[in-house]
C-alpha cells in the first residue's frame, strides 16, 4: 500500500532517508499478512545525525516566540482532524486494531494536541524571597533540551503524540523510535504531520531500527536528556539502569496488571460492561486493561453469569469489520505465547468458563476462574484476550488480593456507594484507579503514570511539564555582600 510505503523511512533532520542498517524490518498487516512496506534500519551513525540535528535545531527553537510555536499545534490538529479518516484505517491494517479502539486512539490524539497548544505558554518563572538582604532569587523554567521517545505498537500514535506534542510545545526536540510493529503510525505518519504542519527540520526526527542493530546508542547518547519510554517492566527496567549510569531522566510507562473490584452493593449489568470493555478493547494488548477481576462472593454468581453471556457474544474477525469487537494480535509470537498461558492455567486448575481458539493471530476470548490461589498467572501482565476470575469475601480481601501483584497502573471499582468505593480506591496501589467505570483512561490534565514496576514518573498537564523542563536558578546581588575572607 503506498500510505505505508511512501513514510517507511527515516526521518532526520527533515529528510527521508533510507535507513543505514544491515537489514529490513517488513511491516505486515497482522490480521491478513499483507506486506504494507519494508524499511531499512537506521544506523548507528543516523542515531548520531538524528540527535545532532535534534540539538542544532532545537537551540533556535528554544528562543522561538511561545505564541509563534503554539502555531504548529494548531496546525497539527487541524491535518489530524482533516486526515481522521485515513489514520483509522491506518490504526485498522497496521496495528490490527478494530475501527472502535481506532477511533477512540485518534479522538484522544486530537485532545493531546488541544493541550499542546496551551502547553506552549504553560511554562512560569518565580521569584521566590532569600534570608540574605538584597537578594532576588528568579527561578526559570527552560526546556531540557533534546528528548528520546521509544513508543509501543499497541497505542501507537496516541502514546508517540502524547510525548512528542508536549515536548516540542515547549521548547524541545525529539528522536522518536516507534515499534518495529507500528513504524508507520507510529513514527512516519507522525513526522507527516508536523512536517506539513510546519515545524523546522531537525526538531522531530524518527529512527526506524531495533536494538539488535543499534544496541543502546539510543539511550546512551550524550546529546538526550530525558528518555520517554513506553513498553514491558522488563525493558523498562534496562532503560532505567542505562539511563540513570548516564546520569539521564528517565519516564517510564511500564506493564500493568489492573484488578477490576466488583463490590457487592454494585451495580451487576454495568459492571459487567464495563469490565467486558476493560479486559477486550483492542484484544486486550492494553496495559490498562483488566487482567483480573474480582468479585464479591455474594455477587459472584450472577455477576459471573452475566458476564460469560456477555463474552460469549463478542465477535472475533477481521478489524475493518465494524461489527468486529476482537480483531487479531500483533503477531504469531504473541498469539502463540497466550495461547500457551492459557494451557498452562487448565494444567494448573483453571476452570475455562470461555475457551477461545486460536487461529493464525485471531484469539477468541477466554474466561478462566478457579485458578489456585498461588499460581503466578495472578501476578503476570496477560497481554491479550484471556481474563481471570478470583472471588473474595469483604473488602478487606479484595484490597489484599488487587495488591497481591508487582505491578500498580490502573485499576477500577464498581459499588453503589462512591464514598465506599473512594475509600477502598486509596487502599490499592495503583497509580490510577476508576470509580464505577473502566481500567483504561487517559486525559490530557490527569497525572498518568504506575506504582511498583508499573513505572517511573508521570506525563500528562503539570507532569509533562516537570518530565520536559528543568529549573533554573538566577540570584541576582542588588547590594554589596560582604564576604568573610
Same mark, same amino acid.
Given at each position: 500500500?503506498?500510505?505505508?510505503?511512501?513514510?517507511?523511512?527515516?526521518?532526520?533532520?527533515?529528510?527521508?532517508?533510507? @535507513?543505514?542498517?544491515?537489514?529490513?524490518?517488513?511491516?505486515?498487516?497482522?490480521?491478513?499478512?499483507?506486506?504494507?512496506?519494508?524499511?531499512?534500519?537506521?544506523?548507528? %551513525?543516523?542515531?548520531?545525525?538524528?540527535?545532532?540535528?535534534?540539538?542544532?535545531?532545537?537551540?533556535?527553537?528554544?528562543?522561538?516566540?511561545?505564541?509563534?510555536?503554539?502555531?504548529?499545534?494548531?496546525?497539527?490538529?487541524?491535518?489530524?482532524?482533516?486526515?481522521?479518516?485515513?489514520?483509522?484505517?491506518?490504526?485498522?491494517?497496521?496495528?490490527?486494531?478494530?475501527?472502535?479502539?481506532?477511533?477512540?486512539?485518534?479522538?484522544?490524539?486530537?485532545?493531546?494536541?488541544?493541550?499542546?497548544?496551551?502547553?506552549?505558554?504553560?511554562?512560569? !518563572?518565580?521569584?521566590?524571597?532569600?534570608?540574605?538582604? @538584597?537578594?532576588?532569587?528568579?527561578?526559570?523554567?527552560?526546556?531540557?533540551?533534546?528528548?528520546?521517545?521509544? /513508543?509501543?505498537?499497541?497505542?501507537?500514535?496516541?502514546?508517540?503524540?502524547?510525548?512528542?506534542?508536549?515536548?516540542?510545545?515547549? !521548547?524541545?526536540?525529539?528522536?522518536? *523510535?516507534?515499534?518495529?510493529?507500528?513504524?508507520?503510525?507510529?513514527?512516519?505518519?507522525?513526522?507527516?504531520?508536523?512536517?506539513?504542519?510546519?515545524?523546522? $527540520?531537525?526538531?522531530?526526527?524518527?529512527?526506524?531500527?531495533?536494538?539488535?542493530?543499534?544496541?543502546? $546508542?539510543?539511550?546512551?547518547?550524550?546529546?538526550?536528556?530525558?528518555? /520517554?519510554?513506553?513498553?514491558?517492566?522488563?525493558? =523498562?527496567?534496562?532503560?532505567?539502569?542505562?539511563?540513570?549510569?548516564?546520569?539521564?531522566?528517565?519516564?517510564?510507562?511500564?506493564?500493568?496488571?489492573?484488578?477490576?473490584?466488583?463490590?457487592? %452493593?454494585? %451495580?451487576?449489568?454495568?459492571? &459487567?460492561?464495563?469490565?467486558?470493555?476493560?479486559?477486550?478493547?483492542?484484544? !486486550?494488548?492494553?496495559?490498562?486493561?483488566?487482567?483480573?477481576?474480582?468479585?464479591?462472593?455474594?455477587?459472584?454468581?450472577?455477576?459471573?453469569? *452475566?458476564?460469560?453471556?456477555? &463474552?460469549?457474544?463478542?465477535?472475533?474477525?477481521?478489524?475493518?469489520?465494524?461489527?468486529?469487537?476482537? #480483531?487479531?494480535?500483533?503477531?504469531?509470537?504473541?498469539?502463540?505465547?497466550?495461547?500457551?498461558?492459557?494451557?498452562?492455567?487448565?494444567?494448573?486448575?483453571?476452570?475455562?468458563?470461555?475457551?477461545?481458539?486460536?487461529? #493464525?493471530?485471531?484469539?477468541?476470548?477466554? &474466561?478462566?476462574?478457579?485458578?489456585?490461589? %498461588?499460581?503466578?498467572?495472578?501476578?503476570?501482565?496477560?497481554?491479550?484476550?484471556?481474563?481471570?476470575?478470583?472471588?473474595?469475601?469483604?473488602?478487606?480481601? $479484595?484490597?489484599?488480593?488487587?495488591?497481591? /501483584?508487582?505491578? !500498580?497502573?490502573?485499576?477500577?471499582?464498581?459499588?453503589?456507594?462512591?464514598?465506599?468505593?473512594?475509600?477502598?480506591?486509596?487502599?490499592?496501589?495503583?497509580?490510577?484507579?476508576?470509580?464505577?467505570?473502566?481500567?483504561?483512561?487517559?486525559?490530557?490534565?490527569?497525572?498518568?503514570?504506575?506504582?511498583?514496576?508499573?513505572?517511573? =514518573?508521570?506525563?500528562?498537564?503539570?507532569?509533562?511539564?516537570?518530565?520536559?523542563?528543568?529549573?533554573?536558578?538566577?540570584?541576582?546581588?542588588?547590594?554589596?555582600?560582604?564576604?568573610?575572607?
Amino acid at each position: 500500500m503506498s500510505f505505508f510505503s511512501d513514510l517507511a523511512y527515516q526521518y532526520i533532520d527533515g529528510e527521508w532517508r533510507v @535507513g543505514s542498517g544491515s537489514w529490513d524490518i517488513i511491516d505486515f498487516n497482522p490480521y491478513d499478512q499483507e506486506k504494507l512496506a519494508s524499511v531499512t534500519v537506521a544506523g548507528v %551513525d543516523q542515531v548520531d545525525e538524528a540527535y545532532r540535528a535534534a540539538e542544532r535545531a532545537q537551540r533556535e527553537w528554544a528562543r522561538t516566540n511561545p505564541y509563534s510555536r503554539r502555531l504548529i499545534f494548531e496546525n497539527a490538529l487541524r491535518i489530524v482532524q482533516e486526515r481522521e479518516n485515513d489514520i483509522i484505517e491506518a490504526i485498522v491494517v497496521e496495528l490490527g486494531g478494530t475501527r472502535l479502539k481506532a477511533s477512540y486512539e485518534v479522538r484522544t490524539a486530537q485532545e493531546f494536541l488541544r493541550e499542546a497548544v496551551q502547553l506552549a505558554l504553560r511554562p512560569e !518563572g518565580r521569584i521566590v524571597p532569600s534570608p540574605v538582604d @538584597g537578594k532576588e532569587n528568579r527561578v526559570y523554567r527552560l526546556p531540557v533540551g533534546v528528548i528520546g521517545v521509544i /513508543s509501543p505498537y499497541n497505542f501507537p500514535f496516541l502514546v508517540t503524540l502524547k510525548s512528542v506534542a508536549p515536548a516540542l510545545a515547549l !521548547g524541545n526536540a525529539v528522536v522518536v *523510535k516507534p515499534n518495529q510493529n507500528t513504524p508507520v503510525v507510529g513514527g512516519g505518519l507522525i513526522a507527516k504531520i508536523f512536517e506539513d504542519a510546519g515545524l523546522p $527540520a531537525g526538531l522531530l526526527n524518527v529512527l526506524i531500527t531495533d536494538i539488535a542493530e543499534i544496541g543502546d $546508542a539510543l539511550i546512551e547518547h550524550p546529546v538526550p536528556r530525558v528518555i /520517554s519510554f513506553t513498553g514491558s517492566d522488563k525493558v =523498562g527496567r534496562h532503560v532505567a539502569a542505562v539511563t540513570a549510569g548516564h546520569f539521564k531522566r528517565a519516564v517510564l510507562e511500564l506493564s500493568g496488571n489492573s484488578a477490576l473490584i466488583v463490590l457487592d %452493593d454494585a %451495580d451487576i449489568d454495568y459492571a &459487567v460492561d464495563a469490565a467486558v470493555f476493560s479486559r477486550f478493547v483492542y484484544q !486486550g494488548q492494553v496495559c490498562m486493561a483488566a487482567n483480573r477481576v474480582l468479585v464479591d462472593r455474594r455477587v459472584e454468581a450472577e455477576f459471573t453469569e *452475566k458476564f460469560v453471556a456477555k &463474552v460469549k457474544k463478542l465477535r472475533t474477525g477481521d478489524p475493518r469489520d465494524p461489527d468486529t469487537h476482537i #480483531g487479531p494480535l500483533i503477531n504469531s509470537f504473541q498469539a502463540d505465547a497466550l495461547t500457551a498461558l492459557v494451557e498452562r492455567a487448565i494444567a494448573e486448575g483453571a476452570t475455562p468458563l470461555v475457551r477461545g481458539r486460536t487461529q #493464525g493471530n485471531l484469539v477468541e476470548p477466554t &474466561v478462566l476462574s478457579g485458578l489456585p490461589a %498461588d499460581s503466578a498467572l495472578y501476578a503476570q501482565e496477560i497481554f491479550g484476550p484471556v481474563v481471570l476470575l478470583r472471588s473474595f469475601d469483604g473488602e478487606d480481601e $479484595a484490597v489484599r488480593l488487587a495488591n497481591d /501483584s508487582p505491578y !500498580g497502573l490502573s485499576g477500577a471499582v464498581h459499588t453503589g456507594n462512591v464514598e465506599r468505593g473512594a475509600r477502598v480506591a486509596q487502599r490499592i496501589e495503583t497509580g490510577m484507579i476508576h470509580i464505577n467505570d473502566s481500567t483504561v483512561h487517559d486525559e490530557p490534565l490527569v497525572a498518568f503514570g504506575g506504582e511498583k514496576a508499573s513505572g517511573v =514518573g508521570r506525563l500528562n498537564g503539570d507532569s509533562t511539564v516537570d518530565a520536559f523542563t528543568t529549573q533554573k536558578w538566577v540570584s541576582i546581588q542588588h547590594e554589596r555582600t560582604l564576604f568573610p575572607f
